[in-house]
């Protein structure tokens, strides 16, 4: 063990005589001997974290990986670049035409929406689905049930949106599930092709929730051997993920589209931006993230059964993982199902007469900050996600509305929170429409869509990621080049007329990518672009795991497969591993900004 730790250190020395340090101008605004030493300090700790991160990646990704990913044959489906032509593969959706800067004289917003289940109506039987996220063969046979006895569901929501001109319907389907390949999203899409053709549907998009307590939807956690096995035997592919849950979802997708469209209805969006600082959290140095929480409401000019009073479509960046923090209790494993605090903002929009629907944000590797909707009264995690997702929704719903309006709304909503029964009588409980709430901003926006997406590859330098691609296991669909390879994927770009400016990403964002931070442009001689608002503009927010879910986008500087980071802000080093299952590699980040500046510049 002693030697073996010395060629470690031996290494880490030799490594750090080239690693590029913490390239800063700092020292030209130094103004106390004190501060001289202290950034010298951060300097030479970065470096050292840099340098185990580095023999740590030539250990596991180079070595122990690329060994198994360089022995394990291809399946049948991955194809030579040679032979692939990325502008013809099927069910791609390029987006509007054109892009319009004001709403045409005759525009008027149209908005459909659906919901519809996902569970396969199998479910229950022993060991065939498993719960998606953590240990793989964690078959489920349950699903968590709320406070009044009911069964959670595990829902896809969609929406069909356009400008009421000729230029086209966009959807946007979100699909409670850890992620979707975009494999499978073009699976979906070629179910809707004829209908997508004879409606001008000319944008279909289809993201995840990203709960950590649902059916396993990318291959990993299902029965991942059986299928690396069947796959390396030249068989016929089939991915880890169950074939009866992805029939059901591309089934129940296809059927949430269309309804979605056929419920257009005209009416007027109205935005609104909310700081949520209390509600989401950046766990992972830098600590910083897009606190915001963005809000589009339509109201139609006709209220029907489907419409209802109107849809909420809310985007804000958090993992949906409360309930699984739960996967213990005492010896017994849990795995029961749950959409997380998504199936209860859904719940409470309902009891208040509207549709509602998820769209990820920039999730990064963000978690909710549930302080205030704890309250002290939680008993369990699946309490704390449900009354994280009740006042969520009461905070959405009491955006524009008084202090006496929130009051009406929790009596005729049942008072989800327990007002009635907590307030001033538990410690520490805080009533949620208190100080009410003030939008940072509200307008009602103006009618015109614009929408454009391409198609791009990511190289496969992650030999993880590599390895469950070429075994089959996710279902990416690989291409090679001798011996690189490469994941295809999309990006998108999307404007909800002057209200909402969003980037489509495949993957979950590093949120320092998104809002900037020194670490990002100092460390290690700094990442190659600027962040994407210094790039697009203040207002550009993000849509993560859109259209696929090829995991972790970490800066270039400081990617760790795993390892380190060194905190500055705390002076001290945290473990990290949150890209060793699950990104493209080390460039991926340089590579989406490469293909989204492409694609800005057309725009």
Same mark, same amino acid.
């Given at each position: 063990?002693?030697?073996?730790?010395?060629?470690?250190?031996?290494?880490?020395?030799?490594?750090?005589?080239?690693?590029?340090?913490?390239?800063?101008?700092?020292?030209?605004?130094?103004?106390?001997?004190?501060?001289?030493? /202290?950034?010298?300090?951060?300097?030479?700790?970065?470096?050292?974290?840099?340098?185990?991160?580095?023999?740590?990646?030539?250990?596991?990704?180079?070595?122990?990986? &690329?060994?198994?990913?360089?022995?394990?044959?291809?399946?049948?489906?991955?194809?030579?670049?040679?032979?692939?032509?990325?502008?013809?593969?099927?069910?791609?959706?390029?987006?509007?035409?054109?892009?319009?800067?004001?709403?045409?004289?005759?525009?008027?917003?149209?908005?459909?929406?659906?919901?519809?289940?996902?569970?396969?109506?199998?479910? @229950?039987?022993?060991?065939?689905?498993?719960? @998606?996220?953590?240990?793989?063969?964690?078959?489920?046979?349950?699903?968590?049930?709320?406070?009044?006895?009911?069964?959670?569901?595990?829902?896809?929501?969609?929406?069909?949106?356009?400008?009421?001109?000729?230029?086209?319907?966009?959807?946007?389907?979100?699909?409670?599930?850890?992620?979707?390949?975009?494999?499978?999203?073009?699976?979906?899409?070629?179910?809707?092709?004829?209908?997508?053709?004879? !409606?001008?549907?000319?944008?279909?998009?289809?993201?995840?929730?990203?709960?950590?307590?649902?059916?396993?939807?990318?291959?990993?956690?299902?029965?991942?051997?059986?299928?690396?096995?069947?796959?390396?035997?030249?068989?016929?592919?089939?991915?880890?993920?169950?074939?009866? /849950?992805?029939?059901?979802?591309?089934?129940?997708?296809?059927?949430?589209?269309?309804?979605?469209?056929?419920?257009?209805?005209?009416?007027?969006?109205?935005?609104?931006?909310?700081?949520?600082?209390?509600?989401?959290?950046?766990?992972?140095?830098?600590?910083?993230?897009? =606190?915001?929480?963005?809000?589009?409401?339509?109201?139609?000019?006709?209220?029907?059964?489907?419409?209802?009073?109107?849809?909420?479509?809310?985007?804000?960046?958090?993992?949906?993982?409360?309930?699984?923090?739960?996967?213990?209790?005492?010896?017994?494993?849990?795995?029961?199902?749950?959409?997380?605090?998504?199936?209860?903002?859904?719940?409470?929009?309902?009891?208040?007469?509207?549709?509602?629907?998820?769209? =990820?944000?920039?999730?990064?590797?963000?978690?909710?900050?549930?302080?205030?909707?704890?309250?002290?009264?939680?008993?369990?995690?699946?309490?704390?996600?449900?009354?994280?997702?009740?006042?969520?929704?009461?905070?959405?719903?009491?955006?524009?509305?008084?202090?006496?309006?929130?009051?009406?709304?929790?009596?005729?909503?049942?008072?989800?929170?327990?007002?009635?029964?907590?307030?001033?009588?538990?410690?520490?409980?805080?009533?949620?429409?208190?100080?009410?709430?003030?939008?940072?901003?509200?307008?009602?926006?103006?009618?015109?869509?614009?929408?454009?997406?391409?198609?791009?590859?990511?190289?496969?330098?992650? !030999?993880?990621?590599?390895?469950?691609?070429?075994?089959?296991?996710?279902?990416?669909?690989?291409?090679?080049?001798?011996?690189?390879?490469?994941?295809?994927?999309?990006? &998108?770009?999307?404007?909800?007329?002057?209200?909402?400016?969003?980037?489509? !990403?495949?993957?979950?964002?590093?949120?320092?990518?998104?809002?900037?931070?020194?670490?990002?442009?100092?460390?290690?001689?700094?990442?190659?672009?600027?962040?994407?608002?210094?790039?697009?503009?203040?207002?550009?927010?993000?849509?993560?795991?859109?259209?696929?879910?090829?995991?972790?986008?970490?800066?270039?500087?400081?990617?760790?497969?795993?390892?380190?980071?060194?905190?500055?802000?705390?002076?001290?080093?945290?473990?990290?591993?949150?890209?060793?299952?699950?990104?493209? &590699?080390?460039?991926?980040?340089?590579?989406?900004?490469?293909?989204?500046?492409?694609?800005?510049?057309?725009?």
């Amino acid at each position: 063990m002693k030697k073996i730790i010395a060629v470690i250190l031996s290494l880490v020395l030799i490594m750090s005589a080239f690693s590029v340090g913490f390239v800063s101008s700092a020292e030209d605004n130094i103004e106390t001997p004190e501060e001289f030493i /202290f950034s010298a300090k951060q300097e030479s700790k970065f470096k050292f974290a840099t340098s185990i991160n580095k023999v740590l990646d030539f250990i596991l990704n180079e070595i122990v990986f &690329g060994i198994f990913a360089r022995m394990i044959p291809d399946n049948k489906d991955v194809e030579n670049l040679a032979d692939f032509n990325l502008d013809e593969y099927a069910d791609f959706y390029e987006g509007t035409e054109t892009f319009l800067d004001a709403a045409e004289d005759d525009a008027r917003w149209y908005l459909g929406y659906d919901k519809e289940s996902i569970i396969p109506d199998d479910f @229950g039987v022993q060991g065939k689905y498993a719960r @998606g996220s953590y240990i793989p063969y964690w078959y489920s046979t349950e699903v968590h049930k709320d406070e009044d006895g009911n069964d959670e569901d595990l829902n896809v929501r969609s929406i069909a949106i356009n400008d009421g001109t000729d230029r086209g319907t966009a959807i946007f389907a979100t699909i409670d599930c850890v992620g979707l390949s975009n494999y499978d999203v073009r699976k979906i899409r070629a179910a809707v092709a004829d209908f997508a053709e004879e !409606n001008n549907i000319i944008s279909i998009n289809v993201s995840a929730s990203h709960t950590h307590t649902g059916i396993d939807s990318q291959g990993a956690w299902n029965n991942p051997f059986k299928a690396a096995f069947n796959n390396m035997a030249g068989k016929d592919v089939f991915s880890g993920v169950n074939a009866d /849950f992805l029939n059901k979802v591309i089934d129940a997708t296809a059927l949430s589209i269309k309804t979605a469209y056929e419920n257009l209805q005209s009416g007027t969006l109205t935005y609104y931006k909310y700081d949520a600082t209390d509600y989401i959290w950046a766990r992972t140095t830098p600590r910083v993230c897009d =606190q915001n929480m963005y809000i589009l409401k339509f109201t139609p000019d006709e209220i029907t059964e489907e419409s209802k009073n109107g849809t909420y479509i809310s985007s804000f960046g958090v993992h949906p993982e409360i309930v699984s923090y739960d996967w213990l209790v005492g010896l017994k494993r849990d795995t029961k199902l749950s959409a997380d605090f998504i199936y209860y903002i859904d719940k409470i929009m309902e009891k208040a007469g509207y549709n509602f629907i998820y769209i =990820q944000g920039n999730v990064g590797t963000n978690v909710t900050g549930r302080f205030f909707s704890n309250d002290n009264v939680t008993e369990n995690f699946h309490d704390s996600a449900m009354r994280y997702g009740y006042e969520v929704g009461y905070v959405m719903l009491g955006m524009d509305k008084s202090v006496e309006e929130c009051i009406a709304i929790n009596e005729a909503t049942g008072d989800l929170l327990g007002v009635s029964k907590y307030a001033g009588k538990v410690e520490g409980y805080t009533t949620w429409y208190e100080d009410g709430f003030v939008a940072t901003e509200t307008f009602e926006v103006e009618p015109y869509l614009n929408i454009r997406s391409a198609q791009m590859m990511f190289t496969a330098q992650s !030999n993880v990621a590599k390895l469950l691609s070429k075994a089959g296991v996710a279902s990416n669909k690989l291409v090679k080049d001798g011996s690189k390879y490469y994941f295809v994927t999309e990006i &998108g770009y999307v404007e909800f007329g002057n209200a909402i400016r969003a980037v489509m !990403n495949p993957g979950e964002l590093y949120s320092e990518l998104l809002v900037g931070n020194e670490k990002l442009s100092q460390v290690n001689g700094g990442f190659e672009y600027d962040c994407l608002r210094d790039c697009f503009g203040e207002d550009i927010i993000l849509f993560d795991l859109m259209n696929d879910a090829v995991g972790y986008l970490a800066p270039d500087n400081y990617y760790v497969l795993a390892g380190i980071q060194y905190d500055a802000a705390g002076d001290i080093y945290e473990s990290e591993s949150w890209c060793f299952l699950v990104s493209p &590699g080390k460039n991926a980040a340089s590579e989406f900004f490469a293909a989204l500046t492409e694609l800005m510049k057309d725009i």
